[in-house]
């Protein structure tokens, strides 16, 4: 079942990433309207292309370590969105703030509108990459009790970088999440260009050995 935005906020937060986004979201949101400022908020999420500084080099780097487990069964479903497809979404949004509209003071889900499989994703990625899949798994509750052991033991050594694996990142990993864009799509004119199959085709010319 896709999740829309008529959800509420969580009332636990694993994590202060996710957590400092809803305040700021929350704060943008409420200054809809005040000294003639229009506004709305997008969630784009798990945004990924072929110059992508962060998630497929992290994730590329722990499969050559061999430090890549799968999180759960590996049936959970996840939403993406490319890069250039989250890009429009905002050059959408900012043509749509105008007085009276109905994207003032709303949050949007922004995704490619296509939910995929996670691990086969992963798997795809590190095939471009000339990796193989990952093959070795972890349960989900088993990942969730390593992250918060490791979350205390950063905390204790007052270590600055983060655990290799965390409570939020095995929610993320090993739980299905994917979005309904119907609102973006209907108040910000938003149309993914871009496809997942497209993007994996442009991620392939990067990653691929030359």
């Given at each position: 079942?896709?999740?829309?935005?008529?959800?509420?906020?969580?009332?636990?937060?694993?994590?202060?990433?996710?957590?400092?986004?809803?305040?700021?979201?929350?704060?943008?949101?409420?200054?809809?309207?005040?000294?003639?400022?229009?506004?709305?908020a997008?969630?784009?999420?798990?945004?990924?292309?072929?110059?992508?500084?962060?998630?497929?080099?992290?994730?590329?780097?722990?499969?050559?370590?061999?430090?890549?487990?799968?999180i759960?069964?590996?049936?959970?479903?996840?939403?993406?969105?490319?890069?250039?497809?989250?890009?429009?979404?905002?050059?959408?949004?900012?043509?749509?703030?105008?007085?009276?509209?109905?994207?003032?003071?709303?949050?949007?889900?922004?995704?490619?509108?296509?939910?995929?499989?996670?691990?086969?994703?992963?798997?795809?990625?590190?095939?471009?990459?000339?990796?193989?899949?990952?093959?070795?798994?972890?349960?989900?509750p088993?990942?969730?009790?390593?992250?918060?052991?490791l979350?205390?033991?950063?905390?204790?050594?007052?270590?600055?970088?983060?655990?290799?694996?965390?409570?939020?990142?095995?929610?993320?990993?090993?739980?299905?999440?994917?979005?309904?864009?119907?609102?973006?799509?209907?108040?910000?004119?938003?149309?993914?260009?871009?496809?997942?199959?497209?993007?994996?085709?442009?991620?392939?010319?990067?990653?691929?050995?030359?």
């Amino acid at each position: 079942m896709r999740i829309d935005e008529s959800a509420p906020y969580p009332k636990r937060w694993l994590a202060r990433y996710p957590h400092s986004k809803a305040l700021a979201e929350q704060l943008v949101r409420e200054a809809n309207g005040q000294h003639n400022l229009l506004t709305c908020a997008l969630r784009p999420h798990l945004i990924w292309g072929p110059r992508d500084q962060h998630l497929i080099p992290r994730l590329l780097d722990r499969a050559r370590q061999g430090r890549l487990r799968r999180i759960g069964y590996g049936r959970n479903m996840i939403d993406a969105v490319y890069v250039e497809n989250a890009a429009e979404a905002h050059l959408r949004a900012a043509d749509a703030l105008q007085p009276g509209s109905p994207a003032c003071g709303k949050a949007f889900f922004i995704t490619n509108g296509e939910p995929v499989n996670c691990w086969q994703w992963i798997n795809e990625i590190l095939s471009l990459a000339e990796l193989p899949p990952v093959k070795r798994q972890i349960s989900r509750p088993a990942a969730y009790a390593v992250g918060a052991a490791l979350e205390g033991l950063w905390a204790v050594l007052r270590r600055a970088d983060e655990p290799p694996m965390t409570r939020f990142l095995a929610a993320q990993l090993g739980t299905s999440h994917y979005f309904d864009i119907t609102a973006a799509r209907r108040d910000l004119g938003y149309a993914p260009s871009v496809s997942m199959a497209e993007g994996m085709n442009r991620l392939s010319d990067r990653l691929r050995p030359s």
